[in-house]
Structure formats: structure tokens, C-alpha cells
């Protein structure tokens, strides 16, 4: 099974840009049975999924973030990434990437989520 | 967006009780509906997909039943590794969903 892996800065100033990067291991990221995700969860709060992008490069956003949501691709590092831009204190979350399964349709595989605090 | 309402939001209950948790669909989806456990600090873990499925590794406690808008996830025999948050979450189509997440603590 995959293991997913988030890395990035854990505080973001205001209007600036959080950016995050998962690290696919232990599978194949060009696999063709999955999606590859990012979803968000303030302190104390439910799940928000952020957005998917495929091995070609195709995306879907979440129309709640849509405009401020880039997800991007890089198979040769094995590794899928996230920017967020003008951020706000309402950014602030534990921030997961996770593997999509197309054909079951569910989120197999899970990374421990890194904290990002929008933090002036 | 297809909103997910899940009932009750937190309970109580003992070892060995049966627990029952709720989630409802603002509209149709099949049996597009995933059950995901989180206890604290950790990532969410599937426990239940297509409303019914459990994957490997997944103890034969946890069932999940239902289609269309409403659906349950019942636990047979709660055991002390199983005092965490559920969450529902639907894959019917996009953007993907979650419900509001079910506190089960003692």
C-alpha cells in the first residue's frame, strides 16, 4: 500500500501563499487506479476536501476554494503539490493529503496531515 | 454540493455497547457513502466503502447498511480502541463531501 508523506512551511503569513508537497512512496504515483488529493481540517472541526488531480494532470477543485486552489503534479519526484494563495486566518488547518481510489471511489491511504497556522 | 448531516454529532456508550450512527444525503447517491474512523492527532482511516464494504484489516464489528439518502454505521460491540470520531463522507460526485463527524466517547 502507498505512503503519503506532506512536507511544507507549518506558518504562512496572511495573503500570502501556503504551499505543501506530498511524497507518494511505496506505489507508484503514475498508478492509473487513483487520484491523488488534498483535504483540510481546522482544529476541532470536520473535513473539507480541497481538490484531486490525476497522473495526466487533470484537476477538480472545490468550487469553495476554486480560486485560490492550484494542484500540480510531478511524477518524476513522485510527488503531488498544493498552493493555496491569499490566505487568511480561516486557512488555518491540519492539512492531508490522500490517495483516491477510482474504482472503489473512497480515500485508501491517508499522510499524518501537517499543521499550518496562517499566522501574522 | 450534496450536504451530508450525520446524527448524533457525539455519544456516549460502554465496552461491549452496540452503537448506531446516522448520515444522511441532501439528495441521492446511491451507494456512494464512505466511513472514515479518527481518533486524536491521527489522520482519518476508512472503515466502511460503498456504503457497505469493509476493507481488509477492518474488524467484523463494523457494518454499514442503506442507499439513497440515508445510511447507518453500526458497530456490534464497542470495544476500547473504538472510542473515536466517524465521519461519512460521499463519492457520488464532486466536490466530495464529509459529514460533521460523530464524537463516540465513554
Known amino acids: 500500500q502507498v505512503q503519503l508523506q506532506e512536507s511544507g512551511p507549518g506558518l504562512v503569513e496572511p495573503s500570502q501563499t501556503l504551499s505543501l508537497t506530498c511524497t507518494v512512496s511505496?506505489?507508484?504515483?503514475?498508478?492509473?487506479?487513483?487520484?491523488w488529493s488534498w483535504i483540510r481540517q481546522p482544529a476541532g472541526k470536520g473535513l473539507e476536501w480541497i481538490g484531486r488531480i490525476s497522473t495526466s494532470g487533470s484537476t477538480n477543485y472545490n468550487p469553495s476554494l476554486k480560486s485560490r486552489v492550484t494542484i500540480s503534479i510531478d511524477t518524476s519526484k513522485s510527488q503531488f503539490s498544493l498552493k493555496l494563495s491569499s490566505v487568511t486566518a480561516a486557512d488555518t488547518a491540519v492539512y492531508y493529503c490522500?490517495?483516491?481510489?477510482?474504482?472503489?471511489?473512497?480515500?485508501?491511504?491517508w499522510g499524518q496531515g501537517i499543521l499550518v497556522t496562517v499566522f501574522s | 454540493d450534496i450536504q451530508m448531516t450525520q446524527s448524533p454529532s457525539s455519544l456516549s456508550a460502554s465496552v461491549g455497547d452496540r452503537v448506531t450512527i446516522t448520515c444522511r444525503a441532501s439528495q441521492s447517491i446511491s451507494s456512494y457513502l464512505n466511513w472514515y474512523q479518527q481518533k486524536p492527532g491521527k489522520a482519518p482511516k476508512l472503515l466502511i466503502y460503498?456504503?457497505?464494504s469493509l476493507p481488509s484489516g477492518v474488524p467484523s464489528r463494523f457494518s454499514g447498511s442503506g442507499s439513497g439518502t440515508d445510511f447507518t454505521l453500526s458497530i456490534s460491540s464497542l470495544q476500547p480502541e473504538d472510542f473515536a470520531t466517524y465521519y461519512c463522507q460521499q463519492s457520488y460526485r464532486a466536490p466530495l463531501t464529509f459529514g460533521g463527524g460523530t464524537k463516540v466517547e465513554i
Open positions: 490522500a490517495s483516491w481510489h477510482i474504482a472503489a471511489r473512497n480515500f485508501d491511504c
Open positions: 460503498s456504503a457497505s
Open positions: 511505496g506505489g507508484s504515483i503514475t498508478s492509473g487506479s487513483y487520484y
